[in-house]
C-alpha cells in the first residue's frame, strides 16, 4: 500500500510563490496517476492539478491555470506542486492524492477516482 505525504506548506505573502511536495512511500509511485487538490475552510474539496504516469501529461483546474506547476519525479517517488501569483483565495489545506491508473496516459479530476490521499499541508496566503 503506497502512503502519501505532503510537506512544503506554510505562511506565504499574497504575489509569493510556495513549492509543495508529495512523497510516495513505495517504489510502485508510477502506476499512479498523481494529483493535488484542496480545501477551504466551510468550502467542498476542489481540484487542482493532475499529473499522469510519466509525467508527459497534465491538467489543471480553472482557478489555478497558468499560475500553478505539478511534476513528478518517479525515481525520487514524489510529486510537486508549484504555486505562483498567489493570493488569499489560496489559502487551504492542500492534499496530494494517488489513483491507481491502467492507462500511462489517464489524467483523474474527480477525487472519486483517487484511491490514495495524503494528510494535506497548511498554505495561507497573507501578508
Known amino acids: 500500500q503506497v502512503q502519501l505525504a505532503e510537506s512544503g506548506g506554510g505562511l506565504v505573502q499574497p504575489g509569493g510563490s510556495v513549492r509543495l511536495s508529495c512523497i510516495a512511500s513505495?517504489?510502485?509511485?508510477?502506476?499512479?496517476?498523481m494529483g493535488w487538490f484542496r480545501q477551504a475552510p466551510g468550502k467542498e474539496r476542489e481540484f487542482v492539478a493532475a499529473?499522469?504516469?510519466?509525467?508527459?501529461?497534465?491538467t489543471y483546474g480553472d482557478s489555478v491555470k497558468g499560475r500553478f506547476t505539478i511534476s513528478r519525479d518517479n525515481a525520487k517517488n514524489t510529486v510537486y506542486l508549484g504555486m505562483n501569483s498567489l493570493g488569499h483565495e489560496d489559502t487551504a489545506v492542500y492534499s496530494c492524492?494517488?489513483?491507481?491508473?491502467?492507462?500511462?496516459?489517464?489524467?483523474?479530476?474527480?477525487?472519486?477516482?483517487?484511491?490514495?490521499w495524503g494528510q494535506g499541508t497548511q498554505v495561507t496566503v497573507s501578508s
Open positions: 492524492a494517488a489513483g491507481l491508473s491502467p492507462n500511462s496516459s489517464s489524467l483523474y479530476c474527480r477525487t472519486s477516482e483517487y484511491q490514495l
Open positions: 513505495a517504489h510502485s509511485s508510477d502506476l499512479y496517476t
Open positions: 499529473i499522469n504516469r510519466n509525467g508527459g501529461a497534465t
